[in-house]
Nanobody
Framework: QVQLVESGGGLVQPGGSLRLSCKASGSGFIIYTRGWYRQAPGKQREYVAAIVNGGTNYYADSVKGRFTISGDNAKNTVYLQMNSLKAEDTAVYYC??????????????WGPGTQVTVSS
């Protein structure tokens, strides 16, 4: 399994920005999809953004124009730049990577999550 660790969460005022990072540890794997999800209190986990096959970016309608997903293949890291944050963006944010690991087959890994709180 590929281990993931997120960082960059915290408390920010409405209109502010945060940059989340997610680093995958280990070697010998290829990543097909890099994604971010979030779960607010009392709600189901929801999709936020994804990079598919290192090329096309996809975003949930609620974050289009405000969030940007990017990846650094050399560092096995995926980022989520979040601008113009709103109170409704408050949630635990999870990184998700899907790919194939040499000698182990396909994997679908999740990070432990990082809290983002948008409040004045």
């Amino acid at each position: 399994q590929v281990q993931l660790v997120e960082s960059g969460g915290g408390l920010v005022q409405p209109g502010g920005s945060l940059r989340l990072s997610c680093k995958a540890s280990g070697s010998g794997f290829i990543i097909y999809t890099r994604g971010w999800y979030r779960q607010a209190p009392g709600k189901q986990r929801e999709y936020v953004a994804a990079i598919v096959n290192g090329g096309t970016n996809y975003y949930a309608d609620s974050v289009k124009g405000r969030f940007t997903i990017s990846g650094d293949n050399a560092k096995n890291t995926v980022y989520l730049q979040m601008n113009s944050l709103k109170a409704e963006d408050t949630a635990v944010y999870y990184c998700n990577l899907r790919g194939r690991k040499s000698g182990a087959g396909d994997f679908d890994s999740w990070g432990p999550g990082t809290q983002v709180t948008v409040s004045s």
